[in-house]
């Protein structure tokens, strides 16, 4: 076998593979920024159609076989290896599961999906209850068939996360609860900070280009990316030289363009960092949801939270919007702007108490899954785990169970990697701290290519080389820690709530 | 057999050549209208692999099974059997031309097209002799691999215009060649109408506003489309319920923008007139190039340079751009725009002198196609027809013979499309004025619903079931007869020079 000549195959079929899972997202894209509304028939059936077409193409025979032959080959490079190891890693993945079996999911999500769009209108679990239950009966079927160690929820996590486990999750949530209630009390008892402000006047074109300033500051590169405007802000990509982010704009609220922007952002940088000349090989791949969330996570909270972000961008804000904030201080902008408060909606929450949101989620989809809660107890469980955990009464299913989209789509296992995301960010960021001793400074002077110089060299350029866990070794010394993000905020909250 | 499982296999298979067919034309759209520069490489890529997969799904043995059981089977009903008879034309047609050859004229276009670009920069035609000269000689195979009776140049023709053969065009030309020469000659005899205040200032958002306007009046829906700004403007589909319009806005011309967007709109409410129902079949796709161009004509010229329609739009236009139009009157602002004068530029041309530029190509491709012309004689000749047939001496070859992208691109009998959708537009108009005995008068008060609805019943909604001329004699109760568009043009221009 001419193994140069066999890898050269492999290369090219997978990026024949990646074109046609870039043009779906291109569709995507334009379906959730500019597509007419009569559109939407035929451009799902052409997403559809695209992603049948590269799952066939991905789980052929004949891919199988150039696989295996690489994987005896004895001539690779390392990356040549790493990348052969992935992809075999997928296909085994993908492999595990019958053909009849991923069919009837996507039937069952589709129609859980129609349903728990009506259920969440007419604001009643019951109607989404029916299709959950048999998507939750799928999804242990799913678990069966790509196999577990101990407990079957691990089978799911790892589709998100590669490696990560019920135990793990188990001792991350634990480490952070008292803590976090202790934190949580003090803050209760101080005197909140005011944020009206941020609801005063803000106007939409306005916030539009201080947003893009933001970016651009940050370091995005437009040339090779942009933002439009969406409902719900995602991030996506069709290369790393073709970055899309989008943005809403409400002109009451100030805060929820300015930090959805630089999150969306975030994810949009580690995108064009990494390697192009790996287009559509797992190395030219983000590391895993986690490490792409602590990207977002970083940006947002690290550093678009800090004080040092607001010391440069604030006089320029208030030149913009004198109106509304002329009478707020720097101070009470950044007080504001991170105030603490328990509420219903994950999306909404504030960096403290979002935890606990996904630890609720976590602690139910591994009951769902474990078969000691059933769907029927949703609610239930759902209103007095946020009474207790965060202290607020659950008003109704729109607001409590049925506010997110996650599970009509099938995602079980998918929640935690937000948190995991925000651990990492902090322990990435106290590395950075060390690694770029003016660090500070620099960001106090609107100066953050020094931190995307140092996020490009020890994260972004690495794509799928490593997993979270080894990545985070190799850039921190030690695998994940979350005291890392314990004391970033207990040190930042008792500065602002003086306590 | 089952015929009515093997059609619904058909209809199945043939929708998702079309989902990629479209997935393919999203990826062109955003490419010319929003994507980031550097996503360039990346998209090319994308592009031709769906291409590729779509052209392989189509030329599969088993769909030519398909085709010929269906063929075969007795019991399909009419509108069954006609997209079943147009996809074996066209996989027929496909067929012809073996693997190889395609991919090598594939390899041609790339390298000819950017050898174009960079000769059309440079302004010297030699550069883009040899490859133009090495597309040629493929294209004369291609007309062989096709087959033809009569010109080879009848195999090239046929594949934009099914039917279409030398010697109709030349009989079409000739019919022309002398009425139209004589109205010039008066024409040019007369004072020519100003129009300089056409490049007075227009502001951008206004005009954009404007061209808005103009296009819900005349009926496009777009809740089933949108209009984006690009470069060079065009009309693209998704389906007949996502139409995309782009139209290109310089401040200092108005009349660029304002046709522009009237021509495109008038290929987009075709699109939107195709039966929905037969997305990705035959009968769901525009008759031929000629008809697709029919409507934009007919919108453009017969309609929107007519006085009735500026009896309704002139005061609200005057109104918008008081600055650059208080002191024109409708008579002179009609005069203006219907101002003749020879030119260099074939798209900037007016709708007159606009067939020579349209004869001279034609002309010049059969002369390459017989083999009485070389590639390396194109600029003396294309210089010296500028000369005699419309008087105007060309300076160099990038306003001279380089100056239109089809021949890199391998489109070699594209060209007379364009004339016969100005004839055809003529010969539609002057039925329908027929057909809706009062239609002045709606124009004349901005009522473009029974225009449309005419074109709709009559044009739109037969998709492929006929060819153009069949279409023409069904719609007009005679084949195409070049003397409506001679007369509208006499009189039109009888009128507004004087003579």
Known sequence: MDSKKRYAEYVDYLQKIADTRYAAAVLQWDQETYMPEKGAAARARQVATLTEISHEMFTRPSFRNLLQDLLAAGDLTGDQQKNVALSWYDFAQQEKLPGHFVRELSEAVSASFQS???????????????????????????????????????????????????????????????????????????????????????????????????????????????????????????????????????EHDFANMTWSCIHECGHGLYEQGLPDEAYGLPLGEYTSLSIHESQSRLWENNVGRSMDCWIYFYPLLQAQFPEALSDISREDFYKGINRVEPSLIRTEADELTYHFHVQIRYELEKRLLEGTLSVKEIPDYWNSQYKSLLGVTVPDDRRGCLQDVHWSHGSFGYFPTYSLGSFYAAQFFSAAQKNIPNLAVLIRKGDYLPLLGWLRTNIHRFGRSFTSEELCRQVCGEGLDISHFISYAETKYQNIYAF
């Open 116 to 250: 728990w769009v009506t259920a969440k209108k007419e604001n009643k679990f019951s109607l989404f209850e029916k299709d959950l239950d048999k998507l939750l009966q799928l999804k242990k079927r799913e678990a069966e068939f790509l196999g577990y160690q101990g407990h079957p929820y691990n089978a799911l996590l790892n589709q998100y996360e590669r490696g990560c486990t019920v135990q793990l999750l188990d001792k991350v949530f634990a480490q952070l609860q008292q803590p976090l209630k202790n934190l949580l009390a003090k803050i209760a008892a101080a005197p909140a900070p005011k944020d009206d402000f941020l609801r005063r006047f803000y106007q939409k074109d306005k916030q539009w280009s201080f947003g893009m300033d933001l970016m651009k500051q940050m370091g995005f590169d437009f040339s090779a990316g942009r933002q439009d405007i969406a409902e719900h802000p995602f991030t996506t990509n069709f290369s790393s030289r073709d970055v899309r982010l989008t943005t809403r704009i409400d």
